[in-house]
């Protein structure tokens, strides 16, 4: 069994979220979308979904607090009824928006695959910044900055090495993670040809390092520092 996870800290309402057609005891707050965001960027999915997002789902619930649970019930038996009606199936509702599927008797795949982090575990900057482990700390790096769709703040992302993950691994994980961290730092300071190069090095001595692929692959397919780079990507894959 295979298992991806997205941890953040922060506040949330509880509710049941749904339709007639699909209820789902959930939480709901910019927080939960954060997490859930991060979870989905564990693992590659090969497959057809439709996603209904609520635009402005941050100003809207602080606005209307706990009503927000109504609101977004019969936001969601719009969308239900229409998915039912064109013989698909709601799925899961994840606080802002609402996974369709339409079953397909031979799935063709129309896009390759887009690259993620291919980890376990991703931690958002906030739920980082409030461990307490020392040993969880050493085994913590950072890979990325992003931000998530629904939310404009930058977040800096970090993944929990498990030590099974580290068998291709030539010499020391702490050599390593120093080294990469040092080549993070370089591409959110928009310093990416020497950041590039310390991710090469990065991957001779750590050849299935999946983030370092994302982050080298991600700058390759950009050629150069894109302009006025903020320091950040938006991780729009969910």
């Keep these: 069994v295979k298992?991806?996870?997205?941890?953040?800290?922060?506040?949330?309402?509880?509710?049941a979220i749904g339709s007639c057609?699909?209820?789902?005891p959930s939480y709901l707050s910019p927080h939960v979308n954060m997490a859930a965001r991060l979870e989905a960027a564990?693992?590659?999915v090969r497959a057809?979904?439709?996603f209904c997002d609520i635009r402005?789902?941050?100003?809207?619930?602080e606005i209307l607090e706990e009503e927000v649970i109504f609101f977004v019930n019969n936001i969601a038996e719009i969308v239900h009824s229409q998915v039912v009606q064109t013989l698909g199936a709601p799925n899961k509702?994840?606080?802002?928006?609402?996974?369709?599927?339409?079953?397909?008797?031979?799935?063709?795949?129309?896009?390759?695959?887009?690259?993620q982090y291919g980890v376990m575990i991703l931690l958002s900057e906030q739920f980082h910044a409030n461990l307490r482990s020392t040993e969880c700390l050493l085994s913590c790096r950072k890979i990325d900055r992003i931000t998530v769709k629904g939310s404009s703040q930058p977040t800096v992302l970090y993944t929990y090495d498990i030590g099974s993950s580290q068998a291709t691994l030539q010499g020391s994980y702490q050599e390593y993670k120093d080294k990469f961290e040092c080549a993070v730092d370089l591409y959110i300071a928009g310093k990416w040809p020497r950041a590039m190069m310390l991710l090469e090095q990065?991957?001779?001595m750590w050849p299935t390092d999946h983030p370092?692929?994302?982050?080298?692959?991600?700058?390759?397919?950009?050629?150069?520092?894109?302009?006025?780079?903020p320091g950040y990507r938006e991780l729009s894959e969910k």
């Design 3 to 15: 298992m991806g996870f997205g941890l953040h800290v922060g506040w949330a309402i509880e509710g």
């Design 56 to 61: 402005q789902f941050t100003d809207t619930t």
């Design 42 to 44: 564990t693992k590659q």
């Design 48 to 50: 057809c979904f439709g």
């Design 93 to 115: 509702n994840i606080g802002d928006a609402f996974l369709c599927v339409w079953k397909q008797t031979e799935m063709e795949l129309l896009e390759p695959d887009k690259a």
């Design 212 to 229: 370092a692929k994302v982050l080298h692959q991600y700058m390759m397919e950009h050629v150069a520092k894109p302009r006025n780079w």
């Design 202 to 204: 990065c991957l001779l």
């Design 21 to 24: 057609h699909k209820v789902d």
